[in-house]
């Protein structure tokens, strides 16, 4: 395993409001890690509605998520952030010397003097199907992602959905799998119209099966798939066999291990006090959608305000031995001089 | 407006309606566990529910996008609907709605 590194601090969630502590927390010489999940910054924003507007940013009447985040990191540039991204927050531990060490799903370890949680409402991760039992095949029958397409060669394959993950995986693995079956609820997709017309090609030629159907049922031991149980829409039941079954329903959130921080949570909110925004541990700080306070809005502007003033609480804790004047952008030389433009 | 709205356990709440808004954000505001992860951006397809006993059929058509969306839910059914795309008004006075899993 690589040495840990070693920042400021380290902001958990790369969506805007994680984005514009790098900035608050710049202006005043602090350095920081984000780490996300997902593999670009901007959060929900970029996730789940980069084209909708958004009308009650200040100053901004109109923009859309994606390009709040992308004036996002325009602006957050000069501080020089580093980003770890498809990586999840999976552990935070105290050290002997008072700093924080968070680890990450993929074995990255950023050792900080301050963690600020700015995760939203949590993590992003595949949408489980409703369908009873599914725990025990994930990872050995049941998979949400494909990491090794070898590992389904002369498998019987079973794939859900109709978007664009579904249709794809369909034309890659139909070559390789023994047999390959796409199910979904209605004979309509929202994937990109060549990939459904190379999928139906594929179905005249009898090279897969598609089904107007869902998944009722999954049959097999030791987590090892043997059939399962299609429903038609006609409520009609047959059993399909099959070795290993990829359902792509899109993602969701779920608050995840930041549950097992030791923090104490309220409804899967974290308090904080509304002066530094810090939790009732010294140390960790929580901004924008994932805390909790008398009044508390979900609004993005509502978060930059925590931002700033979680940057200020954190300094004193950075740099213990340091005076903080403040300053502002507008006749500050100095903070000019760090923005890169005098 | 009233809506009737089934929870996932089959337990019956009726929710008053304000015109003007959506069955989401009236299902959110009683209290019912409905994600709406997207806050009603027609983006996620955690508000999605069953149009029961014949109200389907009396409620606009969904547009191409909530199509679209619903192929990103759970358990879809003939039936299915994403609540915020469903605006509350006079004529809906007594629709009947029921959670779908997730």
Redesign the interface.
Known sequence: MSEPVETDVVIVGAGPIGLFAVFELGLLDLKAHLVDILDRPGG?CTE??PE?PIYDIPGLPIVTGQQLVDRLMDQIRPFGAAFHFGEMASGLTRQDDGRWKLKTDAGTEIVAHVVVIAAG?GSFVP?R??VPGIEPYEGKSVHYSVRKMEAFRGKDVLIA???DSALDWTLNLAPIAKSLTLV???D???AAQHSVNQMRELVAEKKIQFHVA?VKALHGEGGHLKSVTLQG?DKREWQHPVDHFLPF??L??KLGPIAEFGLNLHENLIQVDTARFESETPGIFGIGDIITYPGKLKLILSGFHEAALMAQAAFHICRPNEKLRFQYTTSSSNLQKKLGVS | MKIIAKDRNGKETEIEGRDGWTIMEMLRDAGLPITAECGGACACATCHVYIDDGWYERLPKPSDGEVDMLDMALAVQPNSRLSCQITCSQELDGIKVTLAPE
């Open positions: 929900q789940l509605y909708k409402a949408k199907p409703p959905g109709g978007g979904h609820h209605r309509g997709f929202r869902s829409h329903f899109g969701t959130i």
